[in-house]
Every structure is written in C-alpha cells, then in structure tokens.
C-alpha cells in the first residue's frame, strides 16, 4: 500500500515533530511512507476566511501533488475535513477538479482512521506513562466524525492515565482566523477550556490538531490548565517510554 | 405590479436562475426517511401500554391523572370539582359525567354562548372531551367536535377536567394528526397545564392557561 | 447578475460584531446567566431527542419537505391564500418591513383601537411593528412573559426563543417591581411567583383586547391553516378572544400538507425548548363562526425571503424553523449573548440570516459571518439540517468577492501566502526564512512561546502565547533523513 504524508503547512514549520511520529508510527507497523515534496497548503485559511480564489490555486495544486496513492493521511482533523468535505463543495462547476477531488478526497485519512479503519490496528504498541486528557477538536467530531478512534488508541498505549474532559465536546476558541478577527470571545472560551483541563489533573492535553493545541498551548503557557501540556496523539502513539 | 403579483416574480425568478437540485448531497434522505409519517409511535391505539404511556408523560408535565371504568367517570369528577363554584360545559355534556355534581352548571350555548367574564369568575371549572390524544408526548388534541365545545370554554378557566376515552389515545403523534376528521376546525394540542421556560430557560407551571389540568382516562371495566 | 430586493427592518446591525461582542464580554452577570440557561436547556434537549430512535430521519424529512416547498413556493402560496380566503380570511402580501407595517398599522386603525395584544412573533420584530404602530397612537402590549421583561425592561430581545434569557430571576424580580403597574412590592424572585405577577398583570388586558396580533409557526398550503406553537396560553388568548386577529407570515413558513405538520411538530418542541410537547399548539383556518376572531387578516411577507432564496448555495436557511437550538449550543452566543449581533436573530442562525435578507452591505452585516469558529454545533443540533457552517464560509466568500475593487491589508496578505504556497521552492524558501526569523527570538530563552507579538498578529497574543517555530522545518528533516 502506498502512504502518503500530508504533513500539513502548520505542522511543517511549527510542528515538525508530529510528522516525524507519525512516520516512525506507520514505520513501526511495516508501512512504508511516502512524503511528495510538491505539497504545501490544502488552502483551508483561504477558504474559510472567504478567500475562495486565493484558495483554489492550492486545491488544485493539492490533488495533483497526492494523485495515485492508496491513502493520503494527515495529522490534522480540519486539514484533512478541508480536504474530504470542503474540497467537493469548492470543485462544483469545473468538472475536471471535481473528478480529480473525488479520486483523491475520499482516500484522505486522519491518522487515527488509516490506522483503526484501513489497517485495522489500535495497539500501536506505544508507551507514554503519564495522565492524558484528551480534547476532541470540532474538525474531527464534527466534520470528520472520528468517534472514539483516538481514543481507541490512546487507551491501547502503555502505561497511560487517560482522564475524561469535561464540556470535552466544546469547542476551544481557536477557529482559525476567528482567533484574531474575535479575540475576545477566542479568549473567553478559551479560558473556560483550560479550566476544564485543570480540572483533570492531566499532564498533558492531546488532541488531533496541532493548530488547536498552539491555542490552548498559548493559554496553559500563561499558567491556565494546572500544569498540563499540548501535545499532538500522534507523539504519544509514537512515544516508547518517558518524555 | 402589485405586491402580490412582484413577490410571485420574485420567487419564480429566483427559482428559474437557479433551481432547486433534485437530490443534492444536503437534502437527499436516506432510503425511508422522506415522509415522517409513521416513523414515531408504533403501539397499538388504546392498548396498555399506550394507556400507561400516556399517564406517564401527562404526570411528568404536572397534569393529574386518574383512571376509571365508564360508570364511574360522574364520581371522579365530583371529587375533581370539589371546591369549584361552578363547572362549565360544551352544550353536548353527557348527563352522567355531572351524576354527582350538584353545584351550578354553565352549559355553552343553552341558549346564550358563556360571557368571557362568567368563564373568568373565580372557582369555574371546565369539563370536556377530547378528540384523540398522543400517548408519546402527553398531549391532548381538542378539535370543538363532539363534547369538547368553543375554544374558550377549556382556556379561560383556571381549571380543566378532559375525560379521554382509552381508545381515543393513540401512540404517536402522526397518528394523533390523522385521527382528526376535519383540519380547518379550530384545533388546540394541550400538553400539561400552562407553563413557561422563559425564566432560565427552566419549565414552571402555571401562567395565563388553566393551570390545573386533571385528565380522566376511562378505561374498560376489567 | 440579476439583482435581488433586500429586506428592511431590524435585521441589520449598526456595529461590526467584534465591537459589541467586546462589551458584553465585559459583563460577568450576563455570562453567568447566559451559561447557566444555555447548559440547562442543552441538557434538556439532549434528553428528549434521546427519546427518539428515529430523530435523524425526522432530520432528514423535515428538510426535504420544507425544500419541496421552496421548490413549488409561488404554487403554495397561491394555494393557501385561495384555501384561507374561502374559510373568510383576508389575505395580504407585502414586499418588505414598511410594507408590512404600514397594512398591519391601517388595519387596527380601522377598528378604531389603541391598544393590541400581541403573541410572540419573531417576525413582527423584523418589521419594527411595535415602533410603527406607537407612532400611528397605538400601543402594543407584549403578552409572552419574556417578552413583557423586555418590553417593560426597555430592552431588546436576546434570543429566538427566549427574549429575556440575558436576566436572571432576581434581575426580573427587580423589573417587575420598578415597571408593572400594581406589582406586590414584596414580590419574591421564585419563578412561579414571577409567572402569577405576569398572569395577574395582563388578565385584563386579554379578557378586554378588540385586536390581536401574531406570527405563525407553520402556514398550511392545502388547508389554509396556520399554526401557533406556545407554551403559556397567551397565544390562545390573543388567538381566541379579540374580534381581529392579524397574523404577519413570512413566506417561507408554508408547507404543503396538513400531514407535515407530523414531523414538526415532533421536530420544534424537542429542539427548542426541549419538551417533548410544547403545553399549547392553537391551529386555526379562516374563520370559524361563533369560535373566536371574526375579522381574519394574514400578510403574506417577503422581506429578503426571495433573494434568500435566489442563492443556491445559501437557500436553505429558509428552513428554519425559529427553534433557537443553534443558539443555545452556540459556544459563542453563550459567551456574549444576543444582542452582540445586533439583530432580532441572533447566534449561528442570525450570523447567516441577517446578512442573507438585508444584505451583507447593511450596517455591518458583513461581519456576522465571521462570528464564528465553524465549530460545527449548530449543524449537528438544527433539526431541519441547515449546514450553518458551509453558509457561513459561503457568506464569507461572497462577502470578501464584493469588496474585491478595494484596497485591504488581510486581502494583500491572503494573496502573499497563496502565492508562496503556490509553487514549491518558493514554499519551501519561505519556511527556510520563517524559521531563521524566529531563530534570535529563542535565544536565551527557555520557554518556545512569545508573549507578545507585533502587530497585527497582537490579537493572537492578547490572551494566549504564541508557539515558535523548532530549528529544522518537517521538509528539511525529510531531505536530510529520507531523500
């Protein structure tokens, strides 16, 4: 089976660490992954922000760079939600696009659904021996759909304390621009998420979403949260042991 | 152009420039599910089950519900009606309903239609039939049919007694709809006395509809 | 392009969202209020949509049956006006909120009295019927207990559902005792309590009123029936006891069958004020002789309904039902309340529908759109399937195309990335230079976050750290270890 990473632009500059576990991940599983250089952005700022026409150069640019391969996946539950729900939508009316997004959107895969759906693992044979909480970002409920497939595998790793979240559903306040554009309502809800965090005693905070986590990072860093850390799942599903 | 005739325009335009998919990705329902019909409340009207449904959701809004055999709905609203000044009725009352009653009757429409006023004096009581209720949802259907009367008799009293025949219920609400015999009567769904959750979003009981509602199911004698 | 005609009245918001949203940040009370309320009835709704094993095909056929009656809209509404004017009601229509007004105005000037009663109607708020009627001499008294805190509070609504959601008992004890007339001084702050005051205040009122005035729920096409849905008895009051009923429907509250009303009626009290039923439901068609109002009037009204409706990516707002569960799973309306939107529709579904009747050139419509963080809440609560956050994004893009002729500093910006990302190399280049930029910040420091950032990107830091980029990008690890 041919992988390929779609490492995302965020996680390329900022987080380049949580490309790298998902590589040693699906290495550890005998998969072999694949990195097309021609990748950049999926566009989704563009898109989101109302800058459709500054966002399909990169759509196009997007199909054409993963073309050919069995699955596409993507650390990032709302890259990979622009990819497989917004791409359809934005290719409507230029038929060429559209049956190159539905040869590529539908094989692109957040990890925890390559690894649980395609390849059919949980245990990814991690070990991480710390208290986890576990947020579950809007793109990956919501859009995506993910269910309990993080936490499947979270709950697989060794030595993990998982805690439950509470208000684990709500959304954390990042929302892309929305966390410039209203700051103060990003902030506020914000503050009540690493309330929540705090509550649980957990030292880190995972998610699927590193954007999300930037955010929420930014609010424990000013001491919110009780302690805890972000942290992308796909470093503990890579982790061997202590940090 | 007219009014009437610039927005028909208007929304003919809107639809030729751009009409409406056939089956776009957002409205095409799953095999099954384009009609609601049928789709909630499968019991058996009248059953036992419907019957203890209907109580349990009638209690869970503050109604007061008593159960009886036919011949003994005149005893169960006398008791009801104890403390009222007056019961007031759709003219079409069945006489055994009121056996036991021996205060002021005010019978719509016999000959006059009841004053507002007279429905309004402290300690009226009304009494009616209904058309059919929902078991699912609680809910009383009164369509001004037999035994059920204006619609003012059941709304300006603080007090309503409605006796329910049991195989006037029905599980759910299509069914409840699709007992009614004539759409363009006045129809009014009754769940629970009047209530309110416009103070943090909390139900309370008891604004301007009657605020006691005691719902009298009869049932077979066993 | 062909041009659409807008809608007028309070759909439009006077300031950007972000300005009003920052002073009702401000207020800690209304927070509470509002988190308390809004979690109360999240749960309540939770609870009895849980009830129901077929809620998603309810979904599902509630947005198809109200799309079938976009589609054959001019057809149904010419079937409901022929259906209620054969039971003797007078059918009216109006093109916008002045309209509206001024034949609702005329009407109860012709019957010669100064006061009406009126049900709660989101739509008569729309049109900015109270202010056109006080200017004709006419009062019109609010007779939902929300409404009357807010009307006797000299406030504007807050929610679709609950207008009054942004006070608590204790601020609503405080406005019945400074402003109803005859009040008990020592009223107490218990609900019920509060519920008694309201009834006791507007008995009168309803027992002695010549005209009332009310929305619809639902406009039936084959009956000519329209539908109330309420929970207190003023609606049956105002629908029952004046001679006049004056009912202000917009046009998309029609269906076509007297069976759909199955479906929302099992679909409205669920999501909105989590009831299994709502305690009253009045339907009434035309004029029953001897039974209630004998003078009918409908204004059928458009108001921004039809260029609603002529964009095909936007039209299916016009399902909604008013049932305000958007609202309340809202994490930002929860925040800031209503009146952050300037607009008698506020949270996710007022972000769409406000710019969509009036305009995103209105006020500062433009900005509703982006009063959100695409969460994806209110899709999944809404129970005619309005994909909110696909609408909003749309409106985004239609707003930032319109404006494409002027200068703007986030547009300049939005250009510059696209145009790095388009090629590779200079992709790449830009990370390369990303990464040394921030290179001198880390110096000396043991911590990888800044906790101020110049601006624009201030906003980011104003109540978070922002992250710094590690020493080697993803790409450059890649060449180094794999390639």
New interface residues.
Partial sequence: MRIALFITCVNDLMFPGTGRAVVRVLERLGHTVEFPAEQTCCGQMHANSGYRAEAMPLVRRFVDAFAGYDAVVGPSGSCVAMVRDSYPHLAEGDPGLAAAVSAVAPRTYELSELLVDVLGVTDVGARFPYRVTYHPTCHGLRMLRLGDRPLALLRAVGGIDLADLPGAAECCGFGGTFAVKNAGVSGAMLADKCAAIAATGAQYVAAVDNSCLAHIGGGLSRGAGGGARPIHYAEILASEGAQ | M???D???S??????T??P??TAA???A??A??????A??GAGAAGSGDVIALLAD?LVD?KANVRHCPAGSVGSVVGELLAGATAVATPPDIPADWLSAWTGTVLRDGAPE?LT??RL?APGVAALTGCAVA?A????LILD?GPVQG???LT??PDHHICVVPASRVVAG??AG??ALPD????????????????????????????RRLDVVIVVDAQ | MTTVDRGSGHIVTPLPFPRYAARELGDAQLRTNLRRATHTIRDKRLRVVGEVPEWEALRWAGAATKDDALARLPALLEQFEAAATARGATVHWARDATEASAIVTDLVRSTGTTEVVKVKSMVTQEIRLNETLAEAGIAAVETDLAELIVQLADDAPSHILVPAIHYNRGQIRDIFRARMAGVDPDLGDAPAALAEAARRHLRAKFLTAKVGISGANFAIAETGTLVVVESEGNGRMCLTLPETLISVVGIEKLLPRFADLDVFLQLLPRSSTGERMNPYTSLWTGVTPGDGPQNVHIVLLDNGRTATLADPHGREALRCIRCSACLNVCPVYERVGGHAYGSVYPGPIGAIISPQLAGQDAGFNRSLPYASTLCGACFDACPVRIDIPRILVHLRQSGVDAKRGRPSAERTAMRALSFLMRDRRRYAAALRAARRGAAPLRLGRRRDTLRRLPWPLSAWTTSRDAPLPPGETFREWWSRERA
Avoid: W
Wanted: charge should be positive; glycine fraction near 8%; hydrophobic fraction near 40%.
């Fill in positions: 007219n009014a009437r610039e927005i028909l208007r929304i003919r335009r809107a639809l420039a751009a409406p998919a990705p957002a409205t329902a799953p099954g599910a384009v009609s609601g019909a789709l909630v959701r809004y239609p507002v006023a309004d929902i699912e949802t609680g809910t001004t204006r619609r003012v709304l300006v609400v299509p709809f699709a759409p363009s009567r006045p129809i009014t769904l009754v769940s629970g006395p009047s209530a309110t959750s416009d103070i943090e979003l909390d139900r309370v009981e008891g604004v301007h509809g009657p």
